[in-house]
C-alpha cells in the first residue's frame, strides 16, 4: 500500500468515527434524564406553556425525523439552534475553539519541552540523583489530580504572590501576535499574554509532561541497550551521536503516537482544567450545555472535540508511517 | 479600585509597560473619566397593589469625575440577552443591567417607580402605566407607550414572536391597549397581585428593533433604556457595559461594568482575594472565613426570597398522614443546620410564606425540634416502622446535599422511621417534579423556592393548592382561601386570608419547612455595595470606599 492510499484509509476510517461520534451524541439526549424544556421553562410553568415551547424548539417531532434533519443540516454546515442562548451553535462552538487550541497547545508546549529532555536525562544517567528526582517528579505529576493542582497554583502564584492571573483568558495568543504590527508593546502583551495561559496550561499539561517523562526514559533505556547502538559505539560514534540521534529518533516513534492522542484528549479533556481556571473553552461551553440541557451546543461542541481528535490521530499516523514505513505495509 | 476588566486593563498595562520599559526603556499611565450628571430622585412606594407615584423625574447622565468600573463574578452567564425569552435568575442580572420594566423594586423588595412613574387601577379592575417622559433607548430613539404594550403583549401572547417562559409571570392578561404615554392591561377576572407582577417581571423592548432583527441577534445585542449600555458580548464568557450618558434615572456612579462568571466558587473568591473582581456571587460557607479574614474584602449577606424544604407528597402513606407529616417537622433540628451546615446564614421558616412577604403570618412559630414528639406522633399516625426515602437535588441549593443528608440522618434517628437519601442530578429531579401529574412526583424530596413577587400566593398556589404546577397537596379549604385571595379588591381582607392560609399550610404541614435562604457576597473593600432581596445585583447603587 502505498503511503497516500494509507493516509486515505486513515481518513475514511476516522470519517466513520466522526459519524458514530454524531449519531451517539445525538442518541443521548434520549437516554440521559432531564428535559430541555426545564431549562428553559421556569419550574412552574403550565403544561400549556411546555407544550408551546416544545413545538417553537422542535422537540414534538418523531425521533427519526429529528435525527434526519440534523445530519441534513450538518452536512450543509449548520449545527443548529441553542434554543436555550437562542443563538447559532456554529458561532457559540467556533468561538470557544481558539481557546481550548491555545491551552491545549501550551500545555503540548509545556509537557514536550520539558518531559523529553528529563526523559533522556533520566534515561542517560540512571541510578543517579538525577534519574531518581526525575522519576519522583514524574510520578508525582502523574498522580496529581489537575483540579488540586490548579487551584494550588492559583492560591500560590495568583492569589499570594499576585504573579498571574487567577483566572480567565484577558489577552490571547492573536493579540500578542497582532502587537509584532500593531502600537502595543510587543514584549508588555506577551507578559500579560503570560500571565493569564501559564497556570492552566501547567495544570493541564503536567500529567501530560509526566507521563511522557515516563515513556522517553523507558523508551531510551530499551533503545540504549540493544544491538545497534553497541555496534555504533564499537565504531567508535561519538556517544551524543549515538543517543540523539539514533537511539532518541528510535524511541520518538512511540512517543509520537502518545503525544497525538494525548493532544487530542487535551482538546477534549481540558474540561476541568477550564471550570477550575474559568477559561473560555470549549470545556467550560460543554459544562455549561450539559447543565442547562443545551442539546445542540452539546452536540455541536462534541463533534468539534471528536472531530479534532480524529484529525490529531490521522496525522500522527501518517508522520508514525513516515517515520517507520513498515506501518504503511502492516 | 480594581474590577474583572479593570484588573484585566490594570494588569495588562502594567505588564505592557513593565515589560516595555525593561525592553525600550517606556512608561505610562492611564487616566479616568466620567461625565457630568444631575441627581434624579427616587420614587414612592407602591406597595401591596395599591396604586403609586414616581417622586419626580431624575436628569440623565452618569458618574461625573467620581465614576469608576466595576466586576462582578456570578456561578454561571446568561443564556441570551432576550430579556423576554429566559426564566433564569443569572440572565436576569445580565440582561437587567441594560432593560428596565414599568416598575421595579427596592433593595427590600418594595415596588417602587421604573419606565413608568405613575400606576394606577381603572374602575373595571384594569391597571394603566404612565410612562415617564424623557426615556430614551440605547439607541437614541425614545420609548414610546406602543413599545411597552408590545412587550408585554411578546411575554403573554405566542402570536407575536416567541413562546416566552415568561408568559405566566403576569397573570392572565386578556388585552393590552396603548394609549397617549400610557398602556392599560386587562386580565381575565381580577388579578390582585398584579403590581407586584409588573415590579418583577416584564423588561421593555423597541418594539421596531425587535422586529427588525432576529433570534440570534436579539441574543447577543440589547437595546434597553437601562444604566448600561452593552457594549461587548462574549456569549458564556463575559459581557461588558459602559454606563449610559442619557439616562433618566439617578447619576449612575459606575462608569464601566463587566459581568463574568466562574462555576468553581473556589475560583471566584480567588479572583476577589486577587482584586480581580469587585463582587461575586453564592460564597460558600466554607469560604466565608477566608474572605472575613483578608484585608481587601468582606462578605454582606441578605435573606433572599427563596425558601428551602421538604416536599411530602400527601397521596402516598406514610406522607398521606398529617400527623406523619408534623413528625416529620418536629423531627429535624433545623436551628442546628443553619448553624452548622449553613454558618447562619438561614433563618428558620414555619410557613410557606417569608417574613416580609404579603401574606406573612406573624403568630406563626416554626415546629420545634423534639424527637420525641415525633415519635409519638409517628406512633399514633399508625406508620411506626415506616421506611422512607429523601430525594435531593445535588448542587442546586446552597448546601442542599449537606442539609438533606442532616435531615435525612435526624428523620432516620427516630426509633421508628428509617430513612435514605438519594442525590439526583437537578435536570432529572426537575423532570419528575415538574412531571403534570402527581402519581409521577417523588414521594419526598428537597426543593427550593424563589418568589420574587414577594407575595404569598406566588409559593402556595403553585406548590400546594390542587392545580399547582409543583403541588403535593389537595385541600379543599386551601384551595378556597387561595381562590378567596385571588379574587379579593380589598388588600387588607387578602392579607388576612392568605395568613390564614398559612396558618393552614403550617398545620397540614405538606412540607418539612427548613430554611429561608440568604444570598452570600463577597464584596471588595474598595466599594460600599448593598445586595437585594431578589437576588438581582444592582452596581449602579455602589459607591466607592
Not at chain 1, 459519524?19 to 437516554?31: E, I, M, N, P, Y
Not at chain 1, 424548539?57 to 434526519?68: E, F, H, N
Not at chain 1, 520539558?114 to 536525562?121: A, M, N, T
Not at chain 2, 435573606?303 to 417537622?329: G, H, K, T
Amino acid at each position: 500500500m502505498s503511503f497516500g492510499r494509507f493516509v486515505l484509509k486513515r481518513s475514511l476510517q476516522g470519517l466513520g468515527v466522526v459519524w458514530g461520534v454524531v449519531t451517539v451524541v445525538f442518541a443521548l439526549r434520549f437516554v440521559t434524564p432531564g428535559s430541555a424544556i426545564n431549562a428553559v421553562a421556569p419550574l412552574d410553568a403550565s403544561q400549556e406553556t411546555r407544550r408551546a415551547i416544545a413545538t417553537e424548539l422542535g422537540l414534538d417531532q418523531p425521533l427519526y425525523v429529528q435525527y434526519g434533519q440534523y445530519i441534513f443540516d450538518l452536512l450543509r454546515g449548520d449545527m443548529g439552534f441553542s434554543y436555550i442562548r437562542g443563538q447559532e451553535v456554529v458561532g457559540l462552538v467556533f468561538a470557544r475553539l481558539p481557546a481550548t487550541v491555545e491551552l491545549a497547545l501550551a500545555a503540548s508546549i509545556v509537557a514536550i519541552g520539558l518531559s523529553i529532555p528529563l526523559g533522556v536525562l533520566s534515561a542517560t544517567r540512571r541510578n543517579e540523583p538525577i534519574d531518581y528526582g526525575a522519576t519522583l517528579f514524574s510520578l508525582g505529576g502523574i498522580s496529581t489530580p489537575n483540579f488540586w493542582l490548579g487551584i494550588m497554583l492559583i492560591l500560590i502564584f495568583a492569589v499570594e504572590f499576585d504573579v498571574f492571573n487567577t483566572s480567565g483568558r484577558g489577552v490571547d495568543v492573536g493579540d500578542v501576535a497582532l502587537s509584532v504590527i500593531g502600537s502595543e508593546p510587543f514584549v508588555g502583551t506577551l507578559l500579560a499574554w503570560l500571565a493569564y495561559i501559564t497556570l492552566p496550561a501547567i495544570a493541564l499539561g503536567t500529567y501530560f509532561m509526566a507521563l511522557i517523562t515516563r515513556l522517553t526514559r523507558s523508551g531510551m533505556l530499551d533503545e540504549l541497550g540493544k544491538g545497534y547502538v553497541q555496534a555504533a559505539r564499537a565504531k567508535g560514534l561519538p556517544d551524543t551521536l549515538v543517543r540523539y540521534k539514533h537511539a532518541l529518533r528510535n524511541t520518538l516513534i512511540p512517543v509520537i503516537t502518545v503525544l497525538g492522542l494525548q493532544l487530542g484528549t487535551l482538546i477534549g479533556g481540558a474540561v476541568i482544567t477550564e471550570a477550575v481556571f474559568s477559561w473560555p473553552g470549549l470545556g467550560t461551553l460543554v459544562i455549561d450545555s450539559i447543565n442547562r440541557r443545551d442539546w445542540p451546543v452539546l452536540q455541536g461542541s462534541l463533534i468539534v472535540i471528536g472531530t479534532s481528535f480524529v484529525l490529531v490521530n490521522v496525522l500522527v499516523d501518517a508522520v508514525y508511517a513516515y517515520l517507520d514505513p513498515q506501518v504503511v505495509n502492516d | 479600585m480594581r474590577s474583572d476588566n479593570d484588573d484585566h486593563i490594570n494588569r495588562r498595562t502594567m505588564l505592557t509597560y513593565a515589560g516595555t520599559a525593561a525592553a525600550i526603556g517606556l512608561a505610562g499611565c492611564s487616566g479616568n473619566d466620567g461625565g457630568d450628571g444631575s441627581d434624579g430622585s427616587d420614587g414612592s412606594d407602591g406597595s401591596d397593589g395599591s396604586d403609586g407615584s414616581d417622586g419626580s423625574d431624575g436628569s440623565d447622565g452618569s458618574g461625573g469625575d467620581d465614576a469608576f468600573d466595576i466586576g462582578v463574578t456570578m456561578g454561571q452567564m446568561d443564556s441570551g440577552l432576550d430579556p423576554q425569552d429566559h426564566a433564569e435568575t443569572n440572565t436576569e442580572i445580565i440582561v437587567g443591567q441594560a432593560y428596565e420594566g414599568l416598575l421595579d423594586r427596592d433593595k427590600q423588595g418594595g415596588i417602587i417607580a421604573g419606565l413608568a412613574n405613575d400606576w394606577e387601577r381603572t374602575e373595571d379592575g384594569s391597571v394603566r402605566f404612565t410612562l415617564r417622559d424623557g426615556v430614551t433607548f440605547h439607541n437614541g430613539d425614545s420609548l414610546t407607550a406602543e413599545d411597552a404594550a408590545f412587550s408585554i403583549r411578546r411575554i403573554v401572547f405566542d402570536d407575536v414572536g416567541i413562546a416566552s417562559p415568561q408568559k405566566n409571570d403576569l397573570g392572565s392578561v386578556s388585552e393590552v391597549v396603548a394609549g397617549d404615554g400610557e398602556v392599560t392591561v386587562s386580565f381575565e377576572g381580577f388579578n390582585p397581585i398584579a403590581f407586584q407582577l409588573f415590579a418583577t417581571n416584564c423588561e421593555v423592548v423597541q418594539r421596531s428593533w425587535i422586529e427588525e432583527n432576529d433570534s440570534n441577534y436579539i441574543n447577543r445585542n440589547a437595546n434597553g433604556t437601562g444604566p448600561f449600555v452593552v457594549t461587548e458580548y462574549d456569549s458564556g464568557n463575559e459581557v461588558a457595559y459602559e454606563a449610559y450618558d442619557d439616562y433618566w434615572g439617578d447619576d449612575n456612579p459606575v462608569d464601566g461594568l463587566t459581568m463574568s462568571a466562574s462555576s468553581e466558587s473556589s475560583t471566584r473568591v480567588n479572583r476577589l482575594l486577587a482584586e480581580e473582581t469587585d463582587i461575586v456571587t453564592n460564597v460558600p460557607p466554607q469560604e466565608v472565613s477566608r474572605v472575613e479574614s483578608s484585608d481587601v474584602a468582606g462578605i454582606n449577606s441578605v435573606p433572599s426570597a427563596r425558601i428551602i424544604f421538604l416536599q411530602m407528597r400527601y397521596d402516598v402513606e406514610p406522607f398521606s398522614s398529617q400527623q406523619f407529616r408534623q413528625a416529620m417537622n418536629h423531627a429535624v433540628d433545623v436551628e442546628s443546620i443553619v448553624e452548622n451546615v449553613l454558618n447562619g446564614f438561614g433563618s428558620i421558616t414555619g410557613q410557606p410564606t417569608l417574613e416580609g412577604h404579603v401574606g406573612h403570618n406573624p403568630d406563626i412559630e416554626p415546629y420545634p425540634y423534639d424527637p420525641e414528639e415525633a415519635e409519638r406522633l409517628v406512633e399514633e399516625s399508625g406508620h411506626a416502622g415506616a421506611e422512607i426515602t429523601l430525594q435531593t437535588p445535588i448542587g442546586r441549593y446552597l448546601g442542599d446535599v449537606e442539609i438533606a443528608q442532616a435531615a435525612a440522618n435526624q428523620i432516620d434517628s427516630l426509633s421508628n422511621v428509617s430513612c435514605e437519601l438519594e442525590q439526583r442530578e437537578f435536570s432529572s429531579l426537575v423532570q419528575d417534579i415538574t412531571t403534570g401529574n402527581i402519581e409521577d412526583k417523588p414521594h419526598f424530596n428537597l426543593l427550593g423556592w424563589g418568589n420574587a413577587e414577594f407575595d404569598g400566593s406566588q409559593t402556595i398556589t403553585p406548590l400546594m393548592t390542587t392545580d399547582g404546577a409543583l403541588t403535593i397537596l389537595e385541600n379543599e379549604e386551601l384551595d378556597q382561601l387561595l381562590a378567596d385571595a385571588e379574587n379579593t379588591e380589598d388588600p387588607d381582607e387578602r392579607v388576612e386570608t392568605l395568613q390564614e392560609a398559612n396558618q393552614l399550610a403550617h398545620d397540614l404541614a405538606p412540607w418539612v419547612f427548613l430554611h429561608q435562604q440568604f444570598s452570600v457576597y463577597g464584596v471588595s473593600s474598595d466599594i460600599s455595595w448593598e445586595p437585594r432581596s431578589d437576588e438581582f445585583i444592582d452596581p449602579d447603587t455602589a459607591t466607592r470606599q
